[in-house]
């Protein structure tokens, strides 16, 4: 299995600028977490996704991020407008069922000027 | 309040030498507990899970170690190699909701041959 894949691994844009990070999760994983990571707060929860549906958005930081799971093997989180302090590395995992263990992807690495 | 914290924040070891890395949790209620590894530029692996009623739990020269009374957790690494500098991410999961984790901040170890 070519694990969970995620584009672009990098992300250069200006402030105000519409974002888009891409997720395809392990085939038969049923859940996918959205994470971002940054050398203050370390790794938050931003979203995660069962059977397609989204459970929890508590951790999404404001109206300007969004995310969508439109079928079982891809998932978007979008940012609109950006701005500098979304900068951070945003991570999708996903796992197989209930509480098991979370595979992440690469990571894209978000630059907003 | 649920915190994960992590002792040292970083961490400078000989190739060859043995090290332990800390983790006091608050979590409640308490369902298990993670070490991730995560190295540069990548997204964090799964190195274990323990629950309330495992205390040890090996993963080749990683052996994490949970004691519940005094809420803390470690992970020894044995005969350490190059390939082990990364950050070490200790997790707890406070159970219910596949969402619920609260990640340290991580411990920085650095091999030196």
């Known amino acids: 299995d070519a694990g969970v894949i995620q584009s672009p691994r990098h992300e250069v844009t200006e402030m105000g600028q519409e974002v888009t990070l891409r997720c395809k999760p392990i085939s038969g994983h049923n859940s996918l977490f959205w994470y971002r990571q940054t050398m203050m707060r370390g790794l938050e929860l931003l979203i995660y996704?069962?059977?397609?549906?989204?459970?929890?958005d508590s951790g999404m930081p404001e109206d300007r991020f969004s995310a969508k799971m439109p079928n079982a093997s891809f998932s978007t989180l979008k940012i609109q407008p950006s701005e500098p302090r979304d900068s951070a590395v945003y991570f999708c995992?996903?796992?197989?069922?209930?509480?098991?263990?979370?595979?992440f992807g690469p990571g894209t690495r978000l630059l907003v000027l | 309040k649920n915190q994960v914290e992590q002792s040292p924040q970083s961490l400078i070891i000989l190739e060859g030498k043995n090290c332990t890395l800390q983790c006091n949790y608050t979590v409640s209620p308490f369902s298990n507990l993670r070490w991730y590894k995560q190295d540069t530029g990548r997204g964090p692996v799964s190195l274990t899970i323990?629950?309330?009623?495992?205390n040890t739990k090996s993963n080749g020269r990683y052996t994490a170690t949970l004691d519940a009374d005094t809420k803390q957790s470690s992970l020894h690494i044995t005969a350490s190699q190059l390939s082990d500098s990364a950050s070490y991410i200790c997790?707890?999961?406070?159970?219910?909701?596949?969402?619920?984790?609260?990640f340290g901040k991580g411990t920085k170890l650095s091999v030196k041959p």
């Open positions: 997790v707890g999961d406070y159970g219910g909701s596949q969402g619920n984790l609260i």
């Open positions: 323990m629950t309330f009623s495992e």
């Open positions: 996704f069962n059977n397609n549906v989204p459970i929890d």
């Open positions: 995992a996903s796992s197989r069922t209930g509480r098991e263990t979370q595979y």
